[in-house]
């Protein structure tokens, strides 16, 4: 770093731009704000979205995968069939892990930079399916998931945080929302390769050791991509900052002062926050990082921030408690179940259904908006849900998930019952995919930027343990008290959820990361940002 091109970082939040680049008051007044721009991104914040989507990829690659491995893996690890046990552990190790990497993720990516983090990951998620592809014991698989799951857990924390954090705010829904493309084709692919290789001999190793090279791909490009220009901000790097965003605004229309205006925005925005705190430096005792990590979390527990935390985890609660990914883990058992002649490409429809409504999510939720779409579609889903509940009281017998394929408990044949129900689980997943399954994701955007990766972070927290707990209680649940109320249970958590929504989810689109502070600065902000979305 040179003295002459950064600022001084004993005084990190000293005024960004050199005095002769200061603007006048009238300057100022004719700048245009970022977040009224109509601005979709040129090709370069689109490059390094696609990049960093790479982590999504990877992502839903390594959670939908599991279901074809659990069935191709016949007695390779350590010589047995696999026990309920072990497919339990194996399955369910993986959320764990992401769950306890996700908080220390938020931590990391402030002291690092979000990049790093990426980079990290990457290293994590090569590891771990090497790890599996080339164990021979039980034990081997349950340590490559595990590492899996820290690679998981860390990415699906700091990519929608570094997205969010480079895009163009009117951009910003849409290529959040690429994440989710990325996390849902990664899972559609998984469902493809686990089907392709579910008749070659030990063909599991190749489906698990996949897994490795979009990981290798990406650590290759991260090294050209850019660090964020809100990170380099408060990291002190204001040059670096300016570079980048002149990169991302490129093609638009008086790019300096839009640049200008950004950064000014940001240095203020760490200014204010560092005042309201008195910035107290660490002395003796804890190292400054701890110190640091201390002050962000006394920080995210207060007035606005806490709010922002409180609808943050809620969405993804919300996203995982409706139980989605029961369908995910286990849609091959319970077609299966149905007497389905193949399950498992019965169960691709369901992977494809979420990527190709994903899909349509990214067309729409910048001209819909985050509540809006979540109002509508949410309703969807539990009629849904009621409508498969009805569908599975009236067949017969009991659900045995121990045997599903053997014992086939409910012999179905020449029914249109199955058929009901395939239907009212397609229509779940397209609704699900158009609002609950990508806008948690948008979560960045609720938190100031001193707060933004912790919060982020927790909130990533509460979608893995959320999703331990589905993965964990769905097939007892289908046992224990019939897969009706299961699913009964599912939509409760929907209506739940919409109410939720309803009451403290203001609407997010088109506003500045800098702008969203002050909306729920006194309150939940939802009427202010109804009035604001309808004047915009
Ligand atoms: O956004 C994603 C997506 O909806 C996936 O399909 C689901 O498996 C994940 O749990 C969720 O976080």
Same mark, same amino acid.
């Given at each position: 770093m040179t003295g002459t091109d950064e600022r001084d970082l004993s005084s990190p939040h000293a005024p960004l731009l050199a005095s002769s680049q200061v603007p006048s008051e009238h300057d100022r007044e004719h700048e245009t704000p970022a977040s009224e721009l109509e601005y979709s991104g040129g090709w370069f914040i689109w490059a390094l979205t696609f990049s960093a989507g790479i982590s999504g990829l990877l992502f839903g690659y390594d959670t939908g995968v599991i279901s074809s491995t659990l069935v191709t893996v016949g007695s390779d690890l350590s010589n047995r069939t696999l026990t309920t046990l072990d497919k339990s552990l194996i399955t369910s190790c993986t959320s764990l892990f992401a769950l306890i990497a996700s908080p220390f993720t938020g931590v990391l990516a402030d002291?690092?930079?979000?990049?790093?983090?990426?980079?990290?990951?990457?290293?994590?998620?090569?590891?771990?399916a090497v790890v599996q592809a080339f164990t021979s014991q039980v034990w081997g698989m349950i340590l490559g998931r595990s590492i899996v799951g820290l690679a998981v857990g860390s990415a699906s924390a700091v990519t929608p945080l570094y997205i969010s954090e480079l895009a163009p705010s009117?951009?910003?829904?849409?290529?959040?929302?690429?994440?989710?493309?990325?996390?849902?084709?990664?899972?559609?692919?998984?469902?493809?390769?686990?089907?392709? &290789?579910?008749?070659?001999?030990?063909?599991?190793?190749?489906?698990?050791?996949?897994?490795?090279?979009?990981?290798?791909?990406?650590?290759?490009?991260?090294? &050209?991509? %850019?660090?964020?220009?809100?990170?380099?901000?408060q990291a002190g790097h204001d040059v670096q900052a300016k570079s980048v965003l002149t990169k991302i605004y490129q093609d638009c229309p008086g790019c300096e002062q839009v640049v200008n205006r950004l950064v000014r925005d940001i240095s203020q925005e760490i200014e204010q926050e560092d005042s309201e705190l008195g910035q107290p430096k660490s002395h003796g005792a804890k190292p400054q990082w701890i110190h640091d990590a201390l002050q962000r979390g006394q920080q995210l527990l207060h007035g606005g921030n806490r709010r922002a935390l409180i609808i943050a985890m809620m969405l993804q609660a919300v996203q995982q408690l409706c139980g989605f990914n029961s369908l995910m883990y286990f849609s091959a058992t319970i077609f299966a179940s149905l007497s389905f002649s193949s399950p498992t490409l019965t169960s691709l429809s369901v992977a494809l259904t979420n990527f190709l409504f994903t899909l349509l999510a990214f067309v729409l939720i910048d001209r819909i908006g985050r509540r809006r779409i979540l109002l509508y579609s949410i309703p969807v889903m539990v009629i849904a849900l009621v409508l498969c509940a009805v569908s599975?009281?009236?067949?017969?017998?009991?659900?045995?998930?121990?045997? !599903?394929?053997?014992?086939? %408990?409910?012999?179905?044949?020449?029914?249109?019952?199955?058929?009901?129900?395939? &239907?009212?689980?397609?229509?779940?997943?397209?609704?699900?995919?158009?609002?609950?399954?990508?806008?948690?994701?948008?979560?960045?955007?609720?938190?100031?930027?001193?707060?933004?990766?912790?919060?982020?972070?927790?909130?990533?927290?509460?979608?893995?343990?959320?999703? &331990?707990?589905?993965?964990?209680?769905?097939?007892?649940?289908?046992?224990?008290?019939? !897969?009706?109320?299961?699913?009964?249970?599912?939509?409760?958590?929907?209506?739940?959820?919409?109410?939720?929504?309803?009451n403290i989810y203001p609407e997010m689109s088109g506003l500045g990361l800098e702008e969203v502070k002050g909306l729920l600065a006194d309150g939940w902000g939802v009427k202010e940002s109804l009035r604001r979305s309808r004047n915009a």
């Open positions: 002291k690092l930079g979000r990049r790093k983090v990426i980079l990290g990951a990457d290293a994590l998620f090569a590891l771990g009117s951009a910003r829904g849409r290529l959040v929302t690429i994440l989710s493309l990325f996390i849902t084709g990664g899972q559609v692919v998984a469902y493809i390769v686990g089907w392709l &290789f579910s008749t070659t001999p030990g063909g599991w190793r190749w489906i698990v050791g996949i897994g490795a090279f979009p990981a290798f791909f990406q650590l290759a490009i991260l090294v &050209f991509l %850019p660090e964020t220009p809100r990170w380099l901000v599975f009281s009236s067949m017969d017998g009991a659900w045995n998930s121990e045997a !599903p394929t053997s014992n086939k %408990p409910h012999d179905n044949h020449g029914s249109a019952v199955p058929l009901a129900i395939l &239907f009212c689980l397609t229509i779940y997943t397209a609704a699900y995919a158009l609002g609950l399954g990508n806008v948690p994701w948008q979560q960045s955007e609720l938190f100031p930027l001193n707060v933004r990766s912790l919060g982020s972070a927790l909130a990533t927290a509460t979608n893995w343990g959320s999703n &331990f707990v589905i993965g964990l209680t769905f097939l007892p649940l289908m046992e224990w008290i019939s !897969p009706s109320w299961t699913f009964i249970l599912y939509a409760v958590v929907c209506v739940v959820g919409w109410f939720a929504v309803w």
